[in-house]
Every structure is written in C-alpha cells, then in structure tokens.
C-alpha cells in the first residue's frame, strides 16, 4: 500500500537500516498508527490546554493555545482517524470508544502537570510521528521479542550516543517542535538529557517520551544496588557515569513481551501515576483501571485479582444434580400418568358400550317374549269366540299385555339404560350403526369431537361386528359379495389380483437361477401361503412380488390387475411385513399401531373412523390387554416375543391394505396365537384383501385355513401352485401319498428337502417338471433330459442335487478376473439403488395420504414421546457436560496472555465430542424403523426433520449446562450472553456433522469418527498458514470459526493498556473483531450443509443400506446372518430390501 510505502520512506533515515520483510512492516505501521493517534489525541484534546510554553516565566492563556491547537489538528486528526479504520479495522471496531478507554484522562491530569512544572521544555521532549513510526516499525522488526531498543537512527547510533539514548531518559530538541504537523524525519534531540517523567515512557535508543496509557502503571524507578536494576523496570543505568539516575518507563508492547507497565494484578490505576490495592469485596484484573464489586455469593479478599466463585458452582451441581435424578428417575411418569388417564377413559367407553348392548339383547328378548305371548293369546282366544258374530262386539285385547298389578319399585340400572335407549332416538347403541349409517343418524351440527365419543363409536362398531361374525360363521367372499348385494354394509377395498408368468431371477454376473419359471397368481380374497425347504428362494419370491428384488435380472412377467404395472404404482395399498420384528421398541403397542395409522390411511379420512381401525385391529389380533405396554428394546424387556410379532403385522393392518405380504408372520409364535393371527389375517381377506405369506412348520389346522398354497423346491422352481384342498389329490396322483398320522405340509418339506424318498422310485428334481407338464408349462431346454427321465423312469436314479447342467459353471479363472468380475457386479448392484432412488412411478392407488406438514406433526409427537422415554440418557448426556465444564473451567483458568485460548480449545473438543456423540442415536437407533417406513411410502423429509426439530431443545440446552460450570469457574471477560451464543452455533454445527456419521457409517465407526475429527480438526485450526493449502484446510475445519468467535468476545474486553496486545494477539492469529458474526453464520452454515449431506445419504440408504436381506437359494437365511456358507460371497446375492 502506498500508506505503509510513505511510512516506510519518511520514517526512517538514512541510516543502514533496512526493512525487508512486508509482514513487519505492516505490523509496524499498523501499531504506529495506535500509538499516533493516541499521543495526538491525548495531546491535543487533553494535555495541550494544560502545558505552558516552552519559556517557563511567560504561560501562555490556556484556553487561546487550546482553540488554537484544535483549529490546527482537527484536519489532521481525521484523516489519522479514517486511516485507523482503514487499518487496524481487525482489532478495532468502534475508534472513539477505545481510544477513551484508553487515553481519557480527564480528571486525572496530575501527572502532566507535574511533568510541566518538572520540565519547561514539555512540549520540545515529547515524540513526533515520526519518532513514534520508527520505534514500533524496529520493535516488530524484533518480532516481538523483549528486546526494548530500537534500530540506530540519527540521535543514537554507533558514533553518537547521548544519556538520553538510554532506557527511561529523554532529550529536548534542538529546534521548537510543531507537534500539530505530520513530521516526517526523526528530529535532533540532544540538548538537557533527563530522565523521563513519571506517566511516560521513553524507549532505550529514542530521546523522546511517550505517554502510558489507562491501566498502566509508570512510576519514577528506583536503582537496586544489590542487582543494580532500575525496580520496577528490567533496565540498567550505564556504567561508569555516576551522575545518571533510573527515570521512567522503558517501552509499551504486548503483555507476552513486557508486562512492567501493567498494572499488577489485585490493585487497579486510575491513572499511570497511583496504583490502589483493591478493597474486599472487589476484584481487579491485571491492567484495571477501577475495581470490579464481587457477585453476592462469590468471596474476594483484599488484593485479590479473581472473585471466589466456589460458592456459585456448588450451587449449580447441588440444582443440575437434583434435576438430573429427577429426570433420570421420573422422566416416564409423564406419559405414564397421561396413559392412565387415556386408559380409564377407554374402560368407560367399553364398559358403557357393553352395558348398552346387553340392555339392548335383554329388551328385545323381553320384546320378543312379549309379542309371542301376545299373539299366542289372542289366537287361543279368537278360536274360542269365533262362532260368536257379534257385530257390536270389538276386539277384546290390546296388542300387548296389561300392566301386572304390583308396587312400585324404584328402576334398576338396566331398567334406567332401557328406558334411556327408548327415549332417546340418536344416543345411546344402535345394533344397526355401520361406518357410514351413524353419521346419517346424527343430529345436524354434532361431530364426534371428544375422545370419549370416539372410543363409544369405535367399541360400539366393534360389537356389532362381533355380533355379524357370529351369525356368519361360515361366510365366504362369495356370501359377502351377496350379502352386500342385499345392503348390508361391508367395507371392501380396492382389488390388487398379481399374475406372474415364468418369473425368473438370475444373479448377475454368477448365471444363477435362485427363481425360476415360477408361474401362477394370487388373487383377491384369499390367503396363499409360500412354503418350501431352506434355500428355496421363499422370501425372495414374495420380495420379487413386492417390487423390492436388487442385484439380480428378472425375466418373465408380472401382471397386476392384468396390466403390465409396476407394483410400486399401488404402494400406498400394499402392505409388506418382514421377518424380523421391526417396531418401535420404545413405543407402546397402540402408539406404533396409531402412528402408522395416521401416516398411511387416507388424509380425508375422519378420525374416529382411524380410531375404529387401530381399534379393530388391536382387537382381531388379542393385543388388548398389553396395549398401553412398551414393546420393549434390548436393554429394556417389553412384550413377548409373539406379541411383537404380532404387532409387527398389526403395522400393516391397519393401513387397510389391498395387498397384503408377509415373510414368516407365524415364526416363533404358538398355534394358539398363530391360529389368532391366521383368523384375522382370514378377515381382511373377506374385504377383499389378497394376502400372501412364507409359512414354516404348520399345523394341519392351520394349513387347512389357507386358500392356496405354493411349494418351491430346491432352486426356485415350482413344486406345486393351487388350492390347498386339491394339494393332497395332485402328490397322491404322481405316487406321493401322505402316511397315516403325519402332518401333510412336513411330509411335502422332507419330500422337496430330501430327507423322505418317494416310494415310486421319484426323485426331487423330477417334481418342479411334472407340475410344469401337469399345466403345460413349457419346459427349460437344460431340463429337458429331467422329462426323458419321467418317460422312462429308471430304478438306479438317485436323488442329485437340484441344479441345471447350464446354470453352474466350474471356473478357472485366475484370481484377477474373478477380482474384476466381483466388482463389476457390485458395481452393476450399486447401479440398481441409484435407479430405484430416482425412479418414479405413477400412483394408481387411488388413495392421497397426509402430506409432508401433516406427518411431519405426527413425527415430532413421536419423537417427543421416545425423548421423553429416553431422558435417562438424557440426563446423562448432560451430566457429561456438567462434569467436563467443572474439569476444564477449574484445570484452564483464562490466562490474559492469549485471551483464555487453551480453555476454549479444549470447550470446542470436549463439547464437539459429547455432543456428537449423543446426536448419533438420533438415527443410528432406528435405522431399520425408517427403511421400513420409508419403503411403505411415509416422508423421509417429514422423519428428517422431526428428528432435528427435537434435537434443537439439546443443541438450546447443553450449552447453559456446560457454561453453568465452565464460565463462573474459568471466569473469562467476556459476557456469558456471547460464550452462549458461540456455543450453541457450534452445537448445532458437530449435531448436524453427526447426523451425516450416523447415517453414512455402521454405528462402531460413527462413534470412532466422532471422535477423532473434533481432535485432528482442531489440531489443523491451530496450525500456521504458511501455505495456501494450509490456509484452504484450515478455513474448512470448523473449531477454527469456533475458536475465533470465542477469543474475539474475550479480546473485545480487553482495552486501555491491552490494545496493543489485542492487536497484536489478534494479528498473530489472523482474527478479526469485525468477523464474530461470520464465524457464527459459518458455523450455522456448516451446520446445514451437514444437515443437507445426512438427508442426501437417508435417501440413499433407503435403497443401498447396510442392512439388506441377502438370499441365496442353496444358502439358509440363519447361515448368511452367521456368515457362512455364501460361495459366491455377499455381493453375489439378489438383495432384497425390507
């Protein structure tokens, strides 16, 4: 720059001094410009009107010398402003403010006016600009070291070197000085040597004096004569002259180079003259200029520099420990206390529904009684009196029976519901109520609003369907169908009939079959089970169905409703279960069925119709009496295993699907609840509902409940495909008769299995091609010999291993290409979830469900629930902070040297660490949860941002309780109100780089993660930017912004005597006052952007994620969980996503 060039040109002499290096130089100016404006101000607006001339008997009128200096220095004193602003803007933000925080000496003008009656020749000892340029450009040129002498210059140098070249002395000018002016070369000053007056101080090789600022302490020193030092300063007196005396100060530089001007800590200086020793109850800092009082509970002896703040920090763990139990113990109590509440208000419902009905059966029993006897009566009587043709005689009995005499008696309760029932002609239970008949019952203007009138409806429909199920035992889809053409109503659903023809999956780049030729169809109404040996491509026959088979080529056709459509199109009626249990363990029975409820039915849907459903369903699949139970986690024991199971098919329910699929709903269960579970899965399908399950080990009861039934043999063929009454006539036809008291579905698995041999010399393989000639399938050319063998069947066969001469190839391949091959299909897999992400189908549903605003409010009810259920972690999480807060704020006291950097170094590691941690449950816990929600169609976004909308009450928290020890323990200047506001950025800024972790990585390595890259970033903040790469790494760790923000709202409290320590601190750091607020917006922008990357990678792993179902069919699912037995390893399976 041009002004550091003038600087550089003017300030110095021609002597054989040199500057070469740019940095120091703009150190030197930049400081310069510091000190010049202070001495001009200083002495312009404040010492000027005070001095008297240079002739001591003639004082110049002081009020005309102090206009007179005005008018000549304001020009000059705003453009040295402007420049300030221009150049020290880093470390300066408000001018006017800190330069009367630093040199406001109004009042405190005793030592000027000492120094005037010390010295006439005032005006001619003080320093020009100059001289002032020259000292601070040589100082820096020492790189700051403690060196207080400057570079030789025309006053002091190797052949000239007065007593006022020494440390604390100071020379008049040979020539009256105009201090108005901007002086460009260093002027003569040799004449009346003295030593400096006391405020002052003069730098060793200048013969000049220069002011000391606020919150300094420049007294006259005192020569040692033990170590012959000049106390309070580090200076000598030059030896051999015995007539030179100590005088002031020595030099102004930063508190790390020098600290004898500052005042000590515990006193504080009005002025640089007197240092008082605080008073109890006060504190004061190093360089105070006036003693701070002490908080009420905190203690401050006299000529303490810290206030005792024990007293506040006892408090504070004694109230964050109470609250912390009381969380940790009580936190379920809320929804405890509000479940009961709902609890008893069901009971009522139920009950008064109850009561109702049996009120209702007993008053039309006692109806009925009554109308027979009545017409009995009256027939005996008019046989009797028939030949009696009296005209005038009318009918002799009422239609009813008189009233038997008798007392009174005050009605029963039974009595009073009767009579109310009667009375009342819209309340009360109507045995004719159906989904859409009440509302037509209703009187104008009433809706069922309450939760009370909800549940009465619910239960009230319930019994009703209860009651039709009794009459209609036997009822068929046909009967219903009838049953409906004769206008009762019946809820039924959307047909979704799936026709397949010669489906086959092959693995891609293995060429093998692990479903083939399967062809067939599931219809409407029925319930078709899947049944076969280990390995037999079971589950991935139904995931094939499902629209959810990756990693694999599928040929042949799949049909819906006779189109060719993908069955994506109808998602949002189309349940699917998996095999494991995936449900909220901490949730109740009732929350994850409402909640899927909510989610999944149709928007426009009323709510007390929601409630029937979530009602009914808990109802079909006895989950009644653990309802309000917790389903339970690993750690914390809920239900049963089988009514988990349960509950895991009841999410499906009560979506109301039209298609409903189930891997292994009845594994680990017992035939009483499975038969349970079979007979309401037997009740969807009489609305219409086409269901298809995998089924294990049944019993003959329960295999006789099915509709039709499909057996896979060993390599995905089709053994058998139809109704399960014909089952038994098709294996008796081809010689495969069930033995007496033997289960006929084991006896067909240990036939497909291997482990039984049929009796007429069959073999396995043989089967899938006679089902294909049974329905004139056409036959694959490799298993044609399979057909030879049937023609011409042969004693001496024996049971082979079912696999085609094409499929399997013995290879030799080197390792290399095998290598290659291997990756080119995960690749080619790997390429199928990014297709499945961005493709999209056009919804044939028919059904519109809530929108993202909608779900996004049932999310966060959700996700408040688990947090609440959770707050024993909670608590510990913030008991984590408390502890690291009390440790670092009592081990890292704020040292005034760097602005406290090393306890804010360690705020931003331990915080980062603690709170990234904690952040990684919000999604690591409930991986499986969201695939299988997002898979049904429920909004990621709306699951995404709930979880961050709860979170923000911890990213709004933690900080209060980890400041709530480190700040009153550390006790740094600056505000709590800023410390708080860093801290919460930077939460917010490590949660959103969790969420990134947690989603990307396995849960093992999210943590490691976690904890590495708080320490290595942190590390890469503090290193030095020599390098442009350096510079680029360093902007993008975010402790830097962190650590930025933190020491600049310290640094900001440091003023008067620490400026130049804040500016050189600050320069040394490449901070900048001016930037606290962009260090907050960059961490919130770091923030969103690692928000932005965890959503990106949701949705990526709704399709790529860790956990996928790998199915092989020579393989069994219990193997690939164990990790065996998978020959052409992990990657060569068809994946198919739950």
């Given amino acids: 720059m041009a002004h550091y060039a003038l600087l550089h040109d003017q300030a110095i002499p021609s002597q054989d001094v040199t500057m070469e290096m740019n940095g120091m130089m703009m150190k030197a100016s930049l400081v310069s410009h510091i000190l010049f404006l202070s001495i001009f101000t200083f002495t312009s607006l404040l010492l000027l009107p005070q001095i008297q001339c240079a002739d001591k008997d003639k004082p110049l009128a002081p009020s005309l010398y102090t206009e007179e200096i005005y008018k000549e220095l304001e020009g000059l004193t705003i453009t040295l402003t402007r420049n300030i602003k221009e150049d020290l803007g880093f470390c300066i933000k408000d001018v006017n403010k800190d330069w009367e925080e630093a040199f406001d000496f109004k009042g405190k003008l005793d030592f000027v006016d000492a120094c005037v009656k010390q010295k006439g020749d005032f005006r001619d000892r003080m320093c020009t600009t100059a001289e002032i340029r020259y000292y601070f450009q040589s100082f820096f040129l020492q790189q700051g070291t403690s060196a207080s002498y400057v570079k030789p210059n025309i006053n002091c140098n190797l052949t000239s070197w007065g007593s006022g070249c020494e440390p604390g002395w100071s020379c008049s000018a040979a020539e009256r000085i105009d201090l108005k002016n901007d002086i460009k070369d260093i002027p003569s000053r040799i004449d009346d040597c003295q030593p400096c007056c006391e405020g002052f101080f003069c730098p060793q090789g200048l013969t000049c004096m220069i002011t000391c600022p606020l919150g300094s302490y420049c007294p006259l020193a005192k020569l040692n004569p033990i170590t012959g030092v000049c106390d309070p300063y580090s200076y000598q007196i030059p030896a051999g002259e015995t007539n030179h005396t100590c005088g002031s100060a020595d ?261 093998k079959h692990i479903l083939r030729c399967v062809s067939g169809k599931i219809m409407p109404g029925r319930v078709s089970a899947v049944m076969g040996p280990s390995g037999a491509g079971k589950t991935t026959f139904l995931s094939a169905l499902a629209g959810k088979a990756r990693g694999c080529t599928m040929s042949g056709s799949i049909l819906v409703n006779g189109k060719n459509e993908s069955i994506h199109s109808y998602k949002k009626i189309t349940g699917f279960v998996p095999q494991d249990d995936i449900v909220h363990g901490n949730l109740t029975v009732e929350e994850n069925l409402r909640f899927s409820a909510r989610c999944r039915l149709p928007a426009d849907m009323s709510k007390p119709d929601k409630v029937l459903i979530v009602e009914r369903v808990i109802e079909s699949l006895g989950l009644q009496p653990v309802r309000d139970s917790l389903v339970g986690t690993i750690e914390k024991r809920g239900i049963s295993g089988g009514q988990r199971k349960r509950v895991n098919v009841g999410l499906e329910m009560v979506m109301e699907p039209s298609l409903l699929i189930l891997d292994e709903p009845t594994t680990g269960l017992d035939s009483a609840s499975s038969s349970l579970l079979l007979k309401a899965l037997r009740r969807e399908a009489l609305e219409g509902v086409n269901i298809c399950m995998v089924l294990h080990q049944p019993s003959y009861t329960l295999f006789r409940m099915f509709d039709d039934i499909v057996f896979l043999a060993k390599g995905g063929l089709t053994a058998y495909h139809g109704p399960v009454k014909k089952v038994e006539e098709y294996f008796s036809g081809i010689g495969i008769p069930v033995p007496d008291r033997v289960n006929p579905p084991d006896h067909f698995i240990d036939i497909l299995e291997g482990l039984e041999k049929p009796t007429s010399g069959l073999t396995i393989e043989t089967l899938p091609v006679r089902w294909m000639l049974h329905n004139g399938y056409p036959v694959p050319p490799d298993m044609l010999h399979l057909a030879d063998k049937i023609a011409t069947p042969s004693p001496s066969t024996t049971n082979a291993t079912l696999t085609s001469k094409g499929t399997e190839e013995t290879s030799d391949q080197s390792f290399f290409i095998e290598f290659w091959e291997d990756l080119k299909n995960n690749i080619r897999i790997q390429g199928d979830h990014v297709e499945a992400i961005f493709s999209r189908t056009k919804d044939l549903s028919n059904r519109k469900t809530p929108n993202v605003a909608q779900q996004y409010r049932y999310f966060v009810g959700r996700v408040s629930k688990q947090l609440l259920r959770e707050a024993q972690l909670q608590a510990i999480d913030y008991l984590l902070l408390l502890v690291a807060g009390a440790i670092l704020g009592t081990l890292t006291k704020v040292n005034d040297e760097t602005f406290g950097s090393l306890g804010y170094t360690y705020t931003v590691i331990s915080v980062s660490l603690l709170c990234k941690i904690a952040a990684l449950r919000s999604f690591t816990t409930d991986k499986l949860q969201y695939w299988r929600e997002s898979a049904a169609g429920i909004s990621s976004l709306a699951h995404f941002l709930a979880k961050d909308t709860i979170d923000l009450f911890s990213t709004i928290i933690k900080p209060v309780v980890y400041l709530s020890m480190f700040y009153f323990l550390s006790n740094p200047r600056s505000t709590f109100g800023s410390n708080y506001i860093v801290l919460v950025c930077l939460v917010y800024c490590v949660t959103g780089m969790a969420y990134a972790l947690a989603i990307f990585f396995q849960p093992s390595p999210a943590q490691l993660w976690s904890v590495l890259l708080p320490v290595v970033m942190t590390l890469i903040a503090k290193q030095n930017r020599d390098t442009i790469f350096m510079k680029i790494l360093v902007q993008l760790c975010y402790p830097k912004w962190a650590l930025e923000a933190f020491i600049i709202a310290n640094a900001e409290r440091y003023t008067g005597v620490w400026l130049i320590t804040r500016c050189s601190s600050l320069m040394n750091s490449g901070y900048d006052l001016n930037e606290w607020l962009i260090c907050l917006l960059v961490l919130i922008l770091n923030g969103i952007i690692a928000r932005i990357v965890a959503f990106i990678c949701l949705i990526f792993s709704e399709y790529g994620g860790p956990v996928i179902l790998l199915v092989d069919p020579f393989i069994d699912f219990a193997d690939i969980v164990n990790g065996r037995g998978l020959p052409g390893g992990p990657q060569a399976a068809c994946t198919a996503i739950n």
């Avoid at 530089?253 to 020793?277: A, D, E, L």
């Fill in 251 to 511: 030099i102004w530089s930063g508190v790390v180079n020098n600290s004898n001007i500052f005042c000590s800590p515990g006193s504080y200086c009005p002025s640089p003259t007197s240092k008082v020793s605080c008073d109890k109850g006060y504190y004061c800092r190093m360089g105070s200029t006036h003693q701070n009082p002490c908080f009420s509970l905190s203690s401050c002896n006299p000529n303490t520099a810290t206030q005792n703040m024990h007293a506040y920090g006892a408090l504070i763990i004694v109230a964050m420990s109470t609250l912390l139990i009381f969380i940790y113990n009580c936190s379920d109590q809320v929804l405890a206390t509000r479940e009961r509440r709902k609890a008893k208000s069901r009971e009522a419902a139920a009950k008064h529904v109850r009561e109702t009905v049996q009120a209702r059966e007993k008053w039309k029993q006692a109806r009925d009684l009554a109308k027979k006897g009545s017409e009995g009566l009256q027939k005996q009587l008019s046989r009797t009196f028939s030949r009696k043709k009296s005209v005038k005689q009318g009918p002799l009995f009422p239609s009813t029976p008189p009233d038997p005499p008798s007392k009174y008696k005050e009605p029963s309760n039974l009595t009073k519901i009767m009579n109310s029932i009667e009375d009342d002609e819209h309340e009360g239970f109507d045995f004719q109520i159906g989904d859409k008949n009440i509302k037509k019952q209703m009187p104008k203007g009433k809706k069922l609003n309450t939760h009370s009138q909800i549940l009465r409806y619910a239960y009230g429909q319930i019994e009703k369907e209860k009651a039709q199920q009794e009459q209609n035992k036997n009822l068929t889809f046909s009967g219903l169908i009838s049953m409906a053409g004769e206008g009762e109503e019946v809820n039924t659903r959307p047909p979704i009939e799936v026709a397949f023809n010669n489906l086959t999956l092959t693995l891609k780049g293995k060429n």
